[in-house]
């Protein structure tokens, strides 16, 4: 029914309301929940490389990757790894960030994985032995320019996040863009 269902706002879980409320969570407890955020995400990935093909890995890496944060931030305002680090994303207004808001604020963190998806499924393509350096030389030749751009969306993901240490608030570069923070209730 219609009205059974709970807004996401009165979703049990981490406190909503004035944001100015909690404390800015720090470096090292994001940090601590992205590890087990990445640990979380691989299992999909793992569960797929038993049972399928190395596509069917790469397509499930790309959707897990694309869905997890952001659906996990919109409907609850934490993941796996923010819930047991006891942080939450909320918007500067304090409510939990729509799904929209919540995709653009980890678009920094997926961006990266589409290039190296390709540059991983051409690698495999040439099968290329590990100690061969004049292929591995080739290789990087050929595929440079999508290997540039790989070193791009990842420096600019790192420089998003290491945003923090520097920002009065502890907010990330894409925290700034999203509208949102990452704040403790400890």
């Known amino acids: 029914m219609e009205s059974d269902r709970i807004p996401p706002n009165e979703i049990p879980g981490p406190p909503v309301g004035n944001a100015r409320?909690?404390?800015?969570?720090?470096?090292?407890?994001?940090l601590?929940?992205?590890?087990?955020?990445?640990?979380?995400?691989?299992?999909p990935t793992m569960?797929?490389?038993?049972?399928?093909?190395?596509?069917?890995?790469?397509?499930?890496?790309?959707?897990?990757?694309?869905a997890y944060k952001p659906i996990m931030e919109s409907q609850l305002g934490l993941t796996f790894g923010k819930g047991i680090m006891r942080i939450s994303v909320l918007t500067t207004d304090g409510l939990r960030p729509n799904l929209a808001s919540a995709f653009l604020r980890n678009l920094f963190f997926f961006m990266p994985v589409f290039p190296?998806?390709?540059?991983?499924?051409?690698?495999?393509?040439a099968n290329i032995e590990p100690g061969d350096q004049e292929a591995i030389n080739q290789f990087a030749l050929e595929n440079s320019?999508?290997?540039?751009?790989?070193?791009?969306l990842f420096s600019l993901y790192l420089i998003s996040c290491f945003f923090v240490?520097?920002?009065?608030?502890?907010?990330?570069?894409?925290?700034?863009?999203?509208?949102?923070?990452?704040?403790?209730?400890?």
């Open 47 to 66: 569960l797929a490389g038993l049972f399928g093909s190395y596509s069917v890995v790469i397509v499930v890496s790309i959707l897990t990757a694309v």
């Open 21 to 30: 409320l909690f404390a800015p969570a720090g470096f090292g407890s994001r």
């Open 116 to 125: 190296y998806a390709v540059i991983t499924e051409r690698m495999l393509q």
């Open 145 to 152: 320019p999508m290997i540039w751009f790989f070193l791009l």
């Open 32 to 43: 601590a929940a992205l590890i087990i955020d990445y640990i979380v995400m691989s299992f």
């Open 165 to 186: 240490l520097l920002h009065n608030k502890n907010r990330a570069l894409h925290d700034l863009i999203s509208g949102t923070q990452v704040v403790s209730y400890r």
